[in-house]
């Protein structure tokens, strides 16, 4: 079975400083990794994803993550936040296929101070 | 703007109610999903339609009964709820089960007097 763990529950930064916000999975087979953000009030909303090739994978709002398999870890990182970036990060993973599944992580508050 | 649309935003109901949650997508998406979300946790999987057929059930009680009419609507109909069901319901669609990405609504939130 997969797992997702986000050790931080809560990240603080400086507006204009960088983050990385951090992801682990567990599974003995191939996966598919996402993050999601959770703006207060709102729905969830696909921030990038892997599914195969490049590790290095480029989302929306300038954020990215790596795919490190030997890690087996997915974080996600931006180089200048801002203030508008404070909100709730969902990593997730699926197996794909007949039994797809997300299975998310706890989340990661991310708190950009002025 | 999200394309999965959620009405109501806010619904409010004793436990003696009869509700109904709606959901609705027009990107021709195949998979639609049901999640219950408490504050400061992540979604809880409910329920998955394929091709407008229930294909998992998460052993969800029974006063949830889902339903999906067609394949851009889904329901959740609501029946003599308890205090603990108060979440924020939220509803996805994807292309199909596979890997395609789930895209999410905005939710429901509920409060069960």
């Known amino acids: 079975a997969q797992s997702v763990t986000q050790l931080d529950s809560q990240v603080p930064v400086f507006e204009e400083a960088p983050v990385e916000l951090r992801c682990n999975y567990s599974s003995s087979v191939s996966v598919y990794l996402f993050w999601y953000v959770q703006y207060p009030n709102q729905g969830l909303q696909l921030l990038l994803k892997?599914?195969?090739?490049?590790?290095l994978v480029k989302g929306i709002n300038g954020f990215e993550a790596e795919f490190n398999k030997s890690q087996t870890s997915f974080h996600l990182r931006k180089p200048s936040v801002h203030i508008s970036d404070t909100a709730e990060y969902f990593c997730a993973v699926s197996r794909g296929g007949a039994t797809n599944k997300l299975i998310f992580g706890t989340g990661t508050l991310l708190a950009v101070q002025p | 703007d999200t394309e999965v649309t959620q009405t109501p935003k806010h619904l409010v109901m004793g436990m003696t109610n009869k509700k109904s949650l709606k959901c609705e997508q027009h990107m021709g998406h195949r998979a639609m999903y049901w999640y219950k979300q408490k504050a400061k946790k992540p979604p809880e999987l409910m329920f998955v339609y394929s091709y407008e057929k229930l294909s998992i059930n998460e052993s969800v009680p029974s006063r949830f009964s889902p339903e999906c009419p067609n394949s851009s609507l889904l329901n959740l109909h609501l029946h003599a709820l308890q205090p603990e069901d108060s979440a924020l319901y939220l509803c996805a669609s994807s292309v199909d089960r596979t890997l395609e990405p789930q895209h999410f609504g905005d939710g429901t939130r509920l409060s069960i007097l």
């Open positions: 892997y599914l195969s090739g490049s590790t």
